[in-house]
């Protein structure tokens, strides 16, 4: 499912025009990404919790020459899902 058919259900199962119902999407993943960048999580009881993960410099090797380099710190969004996601799943 990519974002236009993800907007269409949520259209067809709120009942909402589908214009109203891009504004809540875009709402929603807008809300999510401004708490991450804020560095903030966002929790979903049953469906999941959004939050931020640091990753530390670490030293890898270049595939192509297999030189070392380093590899910058970074910051990075993660996802782990609630029970109730998992257990609709399984």
Known sequence: MNKNELIGAVAETS????????????????????TLSKGGEVRLVGF????????????????????????KASTQPKFKAG???????N
């Open 15 to 34: 009942g909402l025009s589908r214009s109203d119902a891009t504004k809540a999407v875009e709402g929603v993943f807008d809300t999510i990404t401004h």
């Open 48 to 71: 999941g919790t959004f939050s931020v993960a640091k990753r530390k410099a670490s030293t890898g090797r270049n595939p192509r020459t297999g030189q070392p380099m380093t590899i």
């Open 83 to 89: 029970k109730g996601l998992k257990d609709s799943v």
